[in-house]
């Protein structure tokens, strides 16, 4: 079964556009796991534009579900996760003037740091996955360097148009996902996935985890958390069970 992880990082943003204390991302974990799902993500940025110290440390004892805990490879980051003991660590590229995520982590092109951050979080029991672009090199040198798992970027995916290109990056999460599997790494997807295109990434043979945030909290403004998070679990279980048949 494929596992859902909701990310929550935009109730955050919600909340910090006015400075105040509503609306509390520890609510939407709280509904989200009342709703289905098997797992909370937030991303703690250096810049702290959305999610805060306070708001890792509340869920770290709230939340029943996993804990995955998005980070820059960066030591003050890699500290507080390890003090945090979130279930998992994702390490995720981060720039101050991007909006959102834009790609993945070049995991060959930082081998040095990326390996320190993974030894430490290996050294305290911490469970390590790195969100890369669905690349085999970038998925060998993850296994290499000793990460658990690893989240291919959807985004090129999610934003291409047109059935050839669609069929074209789909097949480029398909193969960067056999090479994961090949190198004994545990198969995770997340970005830009929404309601109409999730169905074919959870349809990707040893897919365990999907992360998704904007698409549910912007589904949630109309119909509700806990409906968006138990429709967005009914597409990816119906994508999964038709392949089981």
């Not at 945090?84 to 003037?97: A, K, S, W």
């Not at 360097?145 to 999460?173: K, P």
């Not at 990707?204 to 967005?232: C, D, K, T, W, Y």
Request: contains cysteine; proline residues 3%; aromatic residues 4%.
């Amino acid at each position: 079964m494929v596992r859902l992880g909701v990310n929550i990082d935009h109730v955050a943003t919600l909340r910090q556009a006015r400075g105040g204390l509503e609306p509390d991302p520890v609510w939407a974990a709280v509904l989200a796991e009342l709703a289905g799902a098997d797992g909370i993500t937030v991303h703690l940025r250096e810049d702290r534009r959305h999610i805060q110290d306070r708001d890792v440390r509340v869920l770290k004892d709230t939340v029943q579900a996993r804990l995955n805990l998005e980070a820059a490879v960066e030591s003050e980051i890699v500290r507080i996760a390890i003090a945090l003991r979130p279930d998992q660590i994702t390490f995720v590229p981060e720039r101050r003037e991007e909006v959102t995520t834009e790609g993945g982590l070049d995991v060959l092109g930082n081998e040095a740091r990326v390996a320190e951050a993974i030894a430490r979080c290996r050294a305290e029991g911490l469970e390590v996955s790195l969100f890369i672009d669905p690349d085999p090199a970038q998925v060998a040198c993850s296994a290499r360097l000793g990460a658990h798992a690893v989240e291919l970027h959807t985004g090129r995916y999610a934003d291409a148009v047109g059935r050839a290109a669609v069929a074209e990056e789909l097949e480029s999460l398909i193969s960067a996902g056999r090479a994961a599997v090949e190198h004994g790494l545990t198969l995770h997807a997340g970005h830009g996935l929404n309601y109409r295109n999730v169905a074919e990434v959870a349809r990707i043979p040893a897919m365990a985890e999907l992360n998704i945030g904007h698409s549910i909290v912007s589904r949630a403004v109309f119909v509700g958390f806990e409906r968006a998070v138990r429709e967005m679990n009914d597409a990816i279980h119906m994508a999964f069970n038709s392949t089981q048949r």
